[in-house]
């Protein structure tokens, strides 16, 4: 069974930086992309960064040059490095990945992620 799980979200400061974590059990494929998405209160899951298993990355425009995914294989967890935070960056932030990477890695789907995990909450204040 495969289980993702976030952590490292909280509250900061605009200007501030967190570091959110996703740990990964039970996945075992060696083709995939993975990746983080957030989603606001009545609005569609929104796509932040991919990464897939060669290490190449794709980001959305509103969060490149502040943000950087990559992953730790012998960990089996996924980050997110999020610099520069702003207030609209406030979301519910979730993990996600996509088996075989077949949405392709230039592509944003939260419908054709695989797996996902709960979610975690990020607030920016100004």
């Known amino acids: 069974q495969v289980k993702l799980q976030e952590s490292g979200g909280g509250s900061v400061q605009a200007g501030g930086s967190l570091r959110l974590s996703c740990t990964i059990s039970g996945y075992t494929y060696s083709t995939y992309c993975m990746g983080w998405f957030r989603q606001a209160p009545g609005k569609e899951h929104e796509g932040v960064a991919l990464i897939d298993n060669e290490g190449k990355t794709n980001y959305a425009d509103s969060v490149k040059g502040r943000f950087t995914i990559s992953k730790d294989n012998a960990k089996n967890t996924l980050y997110l490095q999020m610099n520069s935070l702003k207030p609209e960056d406030t979301d519910m932030y979730y993990c996600?990945?996509?088996?075989?990477?077949?949405?392709?890695?230039?592509?944003?789907?939260?419908?054709?992620?695989?797996?996902w995990g709960k979610g975690i909450l990020v607030t920016i204040s100004s």
């Open positions: 996600a990945i996509d088996s075989g990477c077949l949405n392709g890695l230039n592509r944003f789907n939260w419908y054709g992620m695989d797996y």
